[in-house]
């Protein structure tokens, strides 16, 4: 019975990591050619882009030599330029380069070093969205606050019932504290003439002597 209940837990945990991975997937930005110039159209980022699928949460990974080229994220009208203008963030100068993509839409992606661009190091992708996104826009009906009235009610009657008795007996409880004081009187004086005793007796010994 326990290897059978291991083995569940075993399943749950191996469908966790399935579904984990395959809600985040990584791209290897033009496979073994990697972010560089394309040496021909037939390895060109356009025909690597076919066929693929990128979700918000997907990892493209650029791989490319520090100071040989580097990774510029632009709008399109920059990116149909081969421009930098109107960048988007800074420019990653060290490679290889990790790009989480964090929005859905259209992403372009260039290389500033050179003429790099207008021979084909440039990469256009459409991000899409994930089942993710839409609990952010299911908070706000969590936010009723109707239960305030109601706890105002409580607060008002628990003061009244704690009053009524109270009210009612203090005849009684007067007249018990009035029997009772001898005792706790005589209690007290004699504590009081313990405590005083070793003092009294240390003194008399020491007139003794």
Not at 3 to 8: G, K, L, N, Q
Not at 164 to 190: E, F, I
Request: hydrophobic share 35%; proline share 11%; glycine share 8%.
């Amino acid at each position: 019975m326990n290897s059978y209940a291991s083995m569940i837990v075993f399943g749950a945990i191996f469908a966790a990591m399935v579904q984990y991975i395959g809600a985040q997937t990584v791209h290897i930005v033009g496979d073994s050619v990697g972010w560089d110039i394309p040496p021909n159209s037939s390895v060109s980022y356009a025909n690597w882009v076919s066929g693929k699928t990128f979700m918000v949460g997907d990892i493209l990974v650029f791989n490319f030599m520090t100071n040989q080229h580097d990774l510029l994220q632009v709008p399109k009208s920059s990116y149909d330029a081969c421009s930098d203008d109107n960048a988007i963030g800074s420019a990653i100068t060290t490679g290889p380069a990790n790009v989480t993509l964090d929005s859905a839409g259209e992403h372009y992606y260039i290389c500033t070093f050179g003429s790099h661009c207008q021979m084909g190091q440039k990469l256009a992708i459409t991000v899409s969205g994930t089942p993710g996104a839409n609990p952010p826009t299911s908070s706000p009906p969590t936010t009723p606050t109707t239960p305030s009235p109601t706890s105002t009610q409580p607060d008002a009657c628990a003061p009244t019932p704690s009053s009524t008795p109270n009210a009612g007996r203090p005849p009684a409880s007067a007249t018990s504290p009035a029997g009772t004081p001898p005792p706790p009187y005589d209690s007290s004086s004699m504590s009081v003439f313990a405590s005083f005793l070793p003092v009294l007796l240390s003194i008399g010994a020491a007139l003794l002597i």
